[in-house]
T-cell receptor, first 116, second 112 residues
């Protein structure tokens, strides 16, 4: 299957700092990528849809000024958590559509963020 | 609103068969995915159904009934490594495109 990478896999930061997470499609071009957040023992919650060359579409309740998304190329999307607080601690997962049946999403390995 | 229901947790014995159900009430439908997610890892694709019927893929099969808003994932010859969370996701229309909306997931525990 298609490969999606994320970097970093783990982040520990102080409250008030900003954290950037990168999502790359390694062997295909992705015009659309998705960013999810998952709290322990809960399902994936879609945060935003990232489209190459245009502004991201945010889900209701997600602050676009806090979670900055940039999709500068067909293989790279970045999520920046600005002024992070402890409640932002979570597992952040990106995915990209790689064609295939139903435009299958392929997920990155996730980034675990801990804000102290 | 969109509603996708799955049992929270199931247990089964190694070597047995287990069926994980998913029901949905959504405005729009363009297919249903099943994903497997091990603890601390990202989900991996298992199956996609857009037409009614059963799709078989090795030990895993997935069934869809659009008229009933119902799907199930069938796992045969269970192995310990099948212990994971299984996510049902409905592909919904959104602004000219489609996005999958996930259920809460079913945690499957396989014991010896």
């Amino acid at each position: 299957g298609a490969v999606v990478s994320q970097h970093p896999s783990w982040v520990i930061c102080k409250s008030g700092t900003s954290v950037k997470i990168e999502c790359r499609s390694l062997d295909f071009q992705a015009t659309t990528m998705f960013w999810y957040r998952q709290f322990p023992k809960q399902s994936l919650m879609l945060m935003a849809t990232s489209n190459e060359g245009s502004k991201a579409t945010y889900e209701q309740g997600v602050e676009k000024d806090k979670f900055l998304i940039n999709h500068a190329s067909l293989t790279l999307s970045t999520l920046t958590v600005t002024s992070a607080h402890p409640e932002d601690s979570s597992f952040y997962i990106c995915s990209a559509i790689a064609g295939g049946p139903g435009e299958t999403q392929y997920f990155g390995p996730g980034t675990r963020l801990l804000v102290l | 609103g969109q509603n996708i229901d799955q049992p929270t947790e199931m247990t089964a014995t190694e070597g047995a068969i287990v069926q994980i159900n998913c029901t949905y009430q959504t405005s729009g439908f363009n297919g249903l995915f099943w994903y497997q997610q091990h603890a601390g890892e990202a989900p991996t694709f298992l199956s996609y159904n857009v037409l009614d019927g059963l799709e078989e893929k090795g030990r895993f099969s997935s069934f869809l009934s659009r008229s009933k808003g119902y799907s199930y994932l069938l796992l045969k010859e269970l192995q310990m490594k099948d212990s994971a969370s299984y996510l049902c996701a409905v592909r919904l229309p959104s602004g000219g495109s489609y996005i999958p909306t996930f259920g809460r997931g079913t945690s499957l525990i396989v014991h010896p």
